[in-house]
Protein backbone atom coordinates (compact mmCIF):
# COMPACT_ATOMS: atom_id res chain seq x y z
CA UNK A 1 0.00 0.00 0.00
CA UNK A 2 0.99 3.49 -0.45
CA UNK A 3 1.03 6.10 1.80
CA UNK A 4 1.54 9.61 1.33
CA UNK A 5 2.29 11.14 4.40
CA UNK A 6 1.67 14.96 5.08
CA UNK A 7 2.73 17.11 7.56
CA UNK A 8 1.94 19.00 9.78
CA UNK A 9 -1.94 17.82 10.07
CA UNK A 10 -2.71 21.20 10.91
CA UNK A 11 -1.51 24.36 11.42
CA UNK A 12 -3.13 27.64 12.38
CA UNK A 13 -0.96 31.04 11.68
CA UNK A 14 -1.86 34.24 11.39
CA UNK A 15 -1.89 36.39 8.20
CA UNK A 16 0.94 37.50 6.47
CA UNK A 17 3.23 34.47 7.80
CA UNK A 18 4.95 31.73 5.46
CA UNK A 19 4.29 28.17 5.98
CA UNK A 20 5.56 25.17 4.08
CA UNK A 21 3.50 21.86 3.88
CA UNK A 22 5.10 18.33 3.50
CA UNK A 23 4.32 15.63 1.25
CA UNK A 24 6.38 12.17 1.74
CA UNK A 25 6.30 8.64 0.39
CA UNK A 26 8.29 5.99 0.14
CA UNK A 27 7.04 4.88 -3.44
CA UNK A 28 7.85 6.86 -6.58
CA UNK A 29 5.34 8.30 -8.63
CA UNK A 30 5.05 9.62 -11.88
CA UNK A 31 3.14 12.58 -10.98
CA UNK A 32 1.78 14.73 -7.99
CA UNK A 33 -1.32 16.64 -8.01
CA UNK A 34 -2.00 19.45 -4.84
CA UNK A 35 -5.76 20.09 -3.99
CA UNK A 36 -7.38 21.95 -1.37
CA UNK A 37 -10.86 21.71 -0.34
CA UNK A 38 -12.80 24.10 1.81
CA UNK A 39 -15.48 22.65 4.27
CA UNK A 40 -18.68 20.47 2.66
CA UNK A 41 -16.72 20.99 -0.97
CA UNK A 42 -14.99 18.58 -3.43
CA UNK A 43 -11.25 19.09 -4.05
CA UNK A 44 -9.99 21.89 -6.17
CA UNK A 45 -6.85 21.36 -8.51
CA UNK A 46 -4.08 23.81 -7.88
CA UNK A 47 -0.90 22.36 -9.44
CA UNK A 48 0.46 19.47 -11.06
CA UNK A 49 3.95 17.94 -10.84
CA UNK A 50 5.46 15.29 -13.27
CA UNK A 51 9.48 15.81 -13.31
CA UNK A 52 11.24 15.22 -10.37
CA UNK A 53 12.91 18.45 -8.96
CA UNK A 54 10.18 20.71 -10.95
CA UNK A 55 9.20 23.88 -8.97
CA UNK A 56 5.85 25.27 -9.83
CA UNK A 57 4.39 28.96 -9.03
CA UNK A 58 1.15 29.79 -8.34
CA UNK A 59 0.74 33.63 -7.32
CA UNK A 60 2.03 33.33 -3.50
CA UNK A 61 1.79 29.09 -3.84
CA UNK A 62 5.20 27.36 -4.58
CA UNK A 63 4.86 23.49 -5.39
CA UNK A 64 8.03 21.44 -5.63
CA UNK A 65 8.57 18.08 -6.51
CA UNK A 66 11.45 16.13 -4.87
CA UNK A 67 14.26 15.09 -7.40
CA UNK A 68 13.17 11.51 -6.98
CA UNK A 69 9.38 11.85 -7.33
CA UNK A 70 8.64 11.03 -3.66
CA UNK A 71 7.94 13.65 -2.30
CA UNK A 72 6.88 16.86 -2.64
CA UNK A 73 5.97 20.34 -0.67
CA UNK A 74 3.76 23.43 -0.92
CA UNK A 75 5.15 26.93 0.69
CA UNK A 76 3.00 29.59 0.74
CA UNK A 77 3.73 33.15 1.25
CA UNK A 78 2.21 36.22 3.35
CA UNK A 79 -0.62 33.68 3.73
CA UNK A 80 -4.38 34.97 3.69
CA UNK A 81 -7.66 34.32 5.41
CA UNK A 82 -8.37 32.84 2.02
CA UNK A 83 -5.66 30.48 1.88
CA UNK A 84 -7.51 28.25 4.71
CA UNK A 85 -8.74 25.06 3.89
CA UNK A 86 -7.24 21.71 3.44
CA UNK A 87 -4.74 20.85 1.40
CA UNK A 88 -4.05 17.10 -0.32
CA UNK A 89 -1.33 16.33 -2.05
CA UNK A 90 -2.45 13.36 -4.60
CA UNK A 91 0.00 10.80 -6.28
CA UNK A 92 -0.43 8.89 -9.48
CA UNK A 93 1.45 5.61 -9.90
CA UNK A 94 0.71 5.60 -13.52
CA UNK A 95 -0.95 2.61 -13.67
CA UNK A 96 -4.57 2.21 -13.40
CA UNK A 97 -4.94 6.19 -12.92
CA UNK A 98 -5.83 5.87 -9.54
CA UNK A 99 -4.78 8.32 -6.87
CA UNK A 100 -3.56 8.20 -3.54
CA UNK A 101 -3.88 10.61 -1.22
CA UNK A 102 -2.40 12.16 1.44
CA UNK A 103 -3.27 12.13 4.57
CA UNK A 104 -4.17 16.19 4.95
CA UNK A 105 -2.91 19.22 6.32
CA UNK A 106 -5.57 21.64 7.90
CA UNK A 107 -4.94 25.32 7.44
CA UNK A 108 -6.38 28.02 9.35
CA UNK A 109 -4.86 31.62 8.90
CA UNK A 110 -6.37 34.48 11.02
CA UNK A 111 -6.44 37.81 11.25
CA UNK B 1 -13.55 23.66 -18.52
CA UNK B 2 -13.56 20.15 -16.94
CA UNK B 3 -16.29 20.85 -14.51
CA UNK B 4 -17.79 17.86 -12.42
CA UNK B 5 -21.10 18.26 -10.88
CA UNK B 6 -23.18 15.64 -8.04
CA UNK B 7 -26.74 15.32 -7.27
CA UNK B 8 -27.97 15.80 -4.60
CA UNK B 9 -26.20 17.83 -2.58
CA UNK B 10 -27.54 16.50 0.75
CA UNK B 11 -29.73 13.61 1.54
CA UNK B 12 -31.28 12.09 4.56
CA UNK B 13 -33.06 8.89 4.56
CA UNK B 14 -34.26 6.40 6.45
CA UNK B 15 -32.49 3.16 7.68
CA UNK B 16 -32.76 0.46 5.05
CA UNK B 17 -33.77 2.47 2.37
CA UNK B 18 -31.70 3.16 -0.73
CA UNK B 19 -30.25 6.30 -2.16
CA UNK B 20 -28.72 7.08 -5.60
CA UNK B 21 -26.05 9.90 -6.25
CA UNK B 22 -25.16 11.15 -9.43
CA UNK B 23 -22.00 12.27 -10.96
CA UNK B 24 -21.81 14.46 -14.17
CA UNK B 25 -18.75 15.38 -16.27
CA UNK B 26 -20.22 18.49 -17.81
CA UNK B 27 -18.32 19.61 -20.05
CA UNK B 28 -16.35 16.75 -21.13
CA UNK B 29 -16.52 12.65 -21.67
CA UNK B 30 -15.07 11.00 -18.65
CA UNK B 31 -14.17 7.04 -19.63
CA UNK B 32 -13.09 6.42 -15.74
CA UNK B 33 -14.54 7.96 -12.54
CA UNK B 34 -13.69 7.78 -8.91
CA UNK B 35 -16.17 7.30 -5.79
CA UNK B 36 -14.30 8.56 -2.47
CA UNK B 37 -15.60 8.69 0.97
CA UNK B 38 -14.29 11.32 3.33
CA UNK B 39 -15.32 11.13 7.12
CA UNK B 40 -14.81 14.63 8.91
CA UNK B 41 -11.95 16.22 9.44
CA UNK B 42 -10.04 13.22 7.08
CA UNK B 43 -8.94 12.74 3.72
CA UNK B 44 -10.40 10.85 1.04
CA UNK B 45 -10.44 7.79 0.51
CA UNK B 46 -11.27 5.43 -2.85
CA UNK B 47 -13.83 3.49 -2.12
CA UNK B 48 -14.18 2.06 -6.16
CA UNK B 49 -13.29 3.28 -9.96
CA UNK B 50 -15.90 3.45 -12.43
CA UNK B 51 -15.48 2.80 -16.11
CA UNK B 52 -17.81 3.31 -18.51
CA UNK B 53 -19.76 0.40 -19.79
CA UNK B 54 -17.63 -2.08 -17.45
CA UNK B 55 -18.00 -3.28 -14.47
CA UNK B 56 -16.76 -1.23 -11.31
CA UNK B 57 -13.62 -1.78 -9.35
CA UNK B 58 -13.80 -2.04 -6.03
CA UNK B 59 -10.89 -1.50 -3.64
CA UNK B 60 -10.82 -3.53 -0.30
CA UNK B 61 -13.00 -4.01 1.92
CA UNK B 62 -15.58 -1.94 0.31
CA UNK B 63 -19.17 -4.32 -0.38
CA UNK B 64 -19.91 -4.00 -4.30
CA UNK B 65 -23.43 -5.43 -3.28
CA UNK B 66 -24.07 -2.46 -1.28
CA UNK B 67 -22.41 0.30 -2.89
CA UNK B 68 -23.59 0.01 -6.31
CA UNK B 69 -22.03 1.76 -9.26
CA UNK B 70 -23.29 2.16 -12.70
CA UNK B 71 -21.20 4.06 -15.80
CA UNK B 72 -23.67 4.07 -17.88
CA UNK B 73 -21.96 6.56 -20.60
CA UNK B 74 -19.46 8.84 -21.02
CA UNK B 75 -20.70 11.42 -18.69
CA UNK B 76 -22.69 9.95 -15.67
CA UNK B 77 -21.84 7.41 -13.11
CA UNK B 78 -24.01 6.71 -10.04
CA UNK B 79 -23.37 5.65 -6.90
CA UNK B 80 -26.41 3.66 -4.97
CA UNK B 81 -26.15 2.92 -1.34
CA UNK B 82 -28.40 0.16 -0.85
CA UNK B 83 -29.97 -0.71 2.47
CA UNK B 84 -28.56 2.15 4.21
CA UNK B 85 -27.46 2.17 7.92
CA UNK B 86 -26.57 5.36 10.05
CA UNK B 87 -22.91 3.86 9.38
CA UNK B 88 -23.26 4.99 6.05
CA UNK B 89 -23.71 8.84 6.77
CA UNK B 90 -20.42 10.17 5.20
CA UNK B 91 -19.53 13.11 2.53
CA UNK B 92 -18.97 11.01 -0.66
CA UNK B 93 -17.24 12.63 -3.75
CA UNK B 94 -16.94 11.74 -7.36
CA UNK B 95 -14.27 12.71 -9.53
CA UNK B 96 -13.82 12.43 -13.21
CA UNK B 97 -10.66 11.34 -15.04
CA UNK B 98 -9.90 13.87 -17.77
CA UNK B 99 -7.01 13.63 -20.16
CA UNK B 100 -3.90 16.23 -20.39
CA UNK B 101 -0.19 16.95 -21.61
CA UNK B 102 0.32 16.14 -18.02
CA UNK B 103 -1.19 12.95 -17.62
CA UNK B 104 -4.67 11.97 -17.03
CA UNK B 105 -6.18 14.75 -13.88
CA UNK B 106 -8.75 14.37 -11.81
CA UNK B 107 -12.03 16.82 -11.71
CA UNK B 108 -13.60 16.65 -8.59
CA UNK B 109 -17.80 17.03 -7.60
CA UNK B 110 -18.86 19.19 -5.06
CA UNK B 111 -19.53 16.25 -2.93
CA UNK B 112 -22.76 14.78 -1.54
CA UNK B 113 -23.29 14.48 2.58
CA UNK B 114 -25.58 11.42 3.30
CA UNK B 115 -26.86 11.35 6.71
CA UNK B 116 -29.27 8.21 7.83
CA UNK B 117 -31.44 8.22 9.86
Known amino acids: TQLLEQSPQFLSIQEGENLTVYCNSSSVFSSLQWYRQEPGEGPVLLVT?????EVKKLKRLTFQFGDARKDSSLHITAAQPGDTGLYLC???????????FGTGTRLQVTL | GAVVSQHPSRVICKSGTSVKIECRSL??????MFWYRQFPKKSLMLMAT?????????EQGVEKDKFLINHASLTLSTLTVTSAHPEDSSFYIC?????????????FGPGTRLTVT
Open chain 2, 27 to 32: DFQATT
Open chain 1, 90 to 100: AGDTGTASKLT
Open chain 2, 95 to 107: SAESGTRLGYEQY
Open chain 1, 49 to 53: VVTGG
Open chain 2, 50 to 58: SNEGSKATY
